[in-house]
Each structure stands twice: as structure tokens, then as C-alpha cells.
């Protein structure tokens, strides 16, 4: 699969079948989001693997939209370990960028994965018992597709171009 074929082929998964990660697959997909660049290389992010049934629990403490994964990344970032300019923290961003390059290896690798920052913030930093300075950003959820998992709504809806960019 070459990149174009791999960014049309991922896609939302809203319902996932009831099978584990293998090991190998999972470490794949963390050693991609290490490649990620952040900015001045400050590394910020922190990920949380869950997958223990007390784990998993917890995620349906602070979120409704694990849909059956068996596996979430919770992705944070150190708010104090980034780079920081004018009153500008990089960590989200940072964070987000890591997340990205998991989701697309996990596609790369004929996994199924949902991006989730529907949950409460407060909440999670106190069920997974985060210091104060790690910040949750979003929830991969990570696993395999069930045959009949509903269609993405808003895959298929994007804006032209035209309407998102500008040459100036
Ligand atoms: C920052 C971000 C937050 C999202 N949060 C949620 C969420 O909380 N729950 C959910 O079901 N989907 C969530 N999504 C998935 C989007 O709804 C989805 O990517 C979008 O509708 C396009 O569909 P597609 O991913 O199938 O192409 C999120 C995606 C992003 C990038």
C-alpha cells in the first residue's frame, strides 16, 4: 500500500470485534508515533497503552466512544517538558503529531482505529491518576473492524479545496 492508497483507506471504526492486538503489532504502532517530529525534539508526549480489563473500565469511566476496542492509547503530553515560546506550549500539537503517525501505521498495518477527544478532561487526569502537568489530549482506540460496523458518517464528507485554501 503506498501512502495515497494508506490515507483513503483509514478510517473511523465505531465498532470493533472482540480480538486482542498481537504484541508485535501494538509495539509497530508505538515505535511509529516515535519517529514523530516534535518541536525542538522536546518529546513531550506520554502514552498510555490499556488494555487490562481494569484499564479498559476506567476508559468507560471518562468516554463513551470506545466502541468494543480492546486497546487505548491514551496519548498526553507533559505541559512542562515542551517547547515553549511567547506564552506558547507545543505539546498538543506535538501530541497530536505522534498520534498521527500511530494511526497511520496502525492502518499500515491492516488495524482499525478511532480517534476520540470526547471525554472529560478533569475526569480522566483523576481516574488514571495523571500528575498535574501531564495533559490527556485524545484516545486512539486501536483493534479490528466488526463485520458490521456502521458506515463513518463523515468519511466521505469533505469541503473542496477551494474552500479550505487560500493562495496568497
Ligand atoms: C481531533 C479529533 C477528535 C475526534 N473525536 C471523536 C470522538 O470523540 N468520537 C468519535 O466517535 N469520533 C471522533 N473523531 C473522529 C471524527 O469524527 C472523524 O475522523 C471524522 O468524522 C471523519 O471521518 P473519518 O475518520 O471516517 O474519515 C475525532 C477525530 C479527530 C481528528
Known amino acids: 500500500m503506498n501512502f495515497d492508497e494508506l490515507i483513503r ?20 504502532i508505538l515505535e511509529a508515533g516515535n519517529v514523530a517530529p516534535t518541536a525542538r ?3 513531550p508526549q506520554k502514552i498510555y497503552v490499556i488494555q487490562s480489563e481494569e484499564g479498559i473500565s476506567k476508559i468507560d469511566q471518562v468516554t ?10 491514551l496519548v498526553c503530553a507533559d505541559k ?8 506558547y506550549g507545543s505539546y498538543e500539537m506535538d501530541a ?3 498520534a498521527t503517525h500511530m494511526m497511520l501505521e496502525a492502518t499500515n498495518l491492516g488495524v482499525d482505529s478511532l480517534w476520540v477527544r470526547w471525554f472529560d478532561t478533569d475526569k480522566t ?6 500528575d498535574e502537568n501531564i495533559e490527556p489530549i485524545c ?7 466488526a463485520s458490521d460496523c456502521p458506515e463513518s458518517p463523515g468519511h466521505h464528507k469533505r469541503k473542496d479545496l477551494s474552500q479550505i485554501v487560500s493562495y496568497i
Not at 64 to 73: A, D, F, N, T, W
Not at 80 to 87: D, I, K, L, P, S
Open 64 to 73: 463513551r466512544c470506545r466502541y468494543g476496542s480492546p486497546v487505548g492509547l
Open 96 to 98: 497530536t503529531i505522534v
Open 80 to 87: 512542562t517538558a515542551c517547547w515553549q515560546m511567547n506564552g
Open 41 to 43: 525534539n522536546m518529546q
Open 139 to 145: 484516545f486512539l482506540f486501536l483493534g479490528y473492524r
Open 9 to 28: 483507506k483509514r478510517c473511523s471504526t465505531r465498532k470493533f470485534q472482540n480480538k486482542e492486538l498481537a504484541k508485535d503489532i501494538l509495539e509497530k
Open 125 to 130: 487526569k483523576e481516574v488514571f491518576a495523571l
